[in-house]
């Protein structure tokens, strides 16, 4: 089955800074990689997704970026604020399937002020 | 609309004891899904299922069994509660859209066995 990777397990970053959280994948069948942040004691919430017929994807902040070739993706957050403090779960399925999504281990991210 | 509802959200057993959480949605997804939390592992998915009436296992199944009557309800049932089955348990819902695979999750539910 689909195995993910996410690095690093801890990020911590000065307001206004870029941060960039990295995720590998290993089932090339794989053509979905959403992104999850999870607030402390909150549900998971979809922050942005790419299909694998995108190279990148932007959203204000926040962007994915996708190389099926090495088979990783990453997401990117400029000018981080407090409020982007949280943990970030990057996932992969193969589209057309049940939606069962593999998660990465999770990326605790802590913008200091 | 409510979303994804779960109950309880708090649950303490103790080891053997057996209990159904409760999971429901109001947005008629056909997808729905257990995961369970566990700190440094992410979520690992534990039962899926694709409609009414069909149901299929996930990556960690075992001391865990699901059944889906409606759309709306897809309960979890645990047979025989062991510490190891101590989690943070979310369901998701995502609907039978090509151009959507958003999972809605909902809160959660924070199980001890003792």
């Known amino acids: 089955g689909e195995n993910v990777e996410q690095h690093p397990s801890t990020l911590s970053v000065q307001e206004g800074d870029s941060a960039v959280i990295k995720c590998t994948y290993s089932?090339?069948?794989?053509?979905?990689f959403p992104w999850y942040k999870q607030e402390l004691g909150k549900r998971p919430q979809l922050i942005i997704d790419i299909r694998s017929n995108v190279g990148e994807k932007k959203d204000q902040r926040i962007a994915v970026t996708l190389n099926k070739t090495a088979k990783h993706f990453s997401l990117h957050i400029t000018e981080t604020q407090p409020e982007d403090s949280a943990v970030y779960f990057c996932a992969a399925t193969i589209s057309g399937s049940a939606r069962q999504l593999t998660f990465g281990s999770g990326t605790q991210l802590t913008v200091l002020p | 609309n409510a979303g994804v509802t779960q109950t309880p959200k708090f649950q303490v057993l103790k080891t053997g004891q057996s209990m159904t959480l409760q999971c429901a949605q109001d947005?008629?997804?056909?997808?729905m899904s257990w995961y369970r939390q566990d700190p440094g592992m992410g979520l690992r998915l534990i039962h899926y299922s694709v409609g009414a009436g069909i149901t299929d296992q996930g990556e960690v199944p075992n001391g865990y069994n699901v059944s889906r009557s409606t759309t709306e309800d897809f309960p979890l049932r645990l047979l025989s509660a062991a510490p190891s089955q101590t989690s943070v348990y979310f369901c998701?819902?995502?609907?039978?859209?090509?151009?959507?695979?958003?999972?809605?999750f909902g809160p959660g539910t924070r199980l001890t066995v003792t």
């Open positions: 089932d090339s069948a794989s053509n979905y």
């Open positions: 947005m008629n997804h056909e997808y």
């Open positions: 998701a819902s995502s609907p039978q859209l090509a151009a959507s695979y958003e999972q809605y």
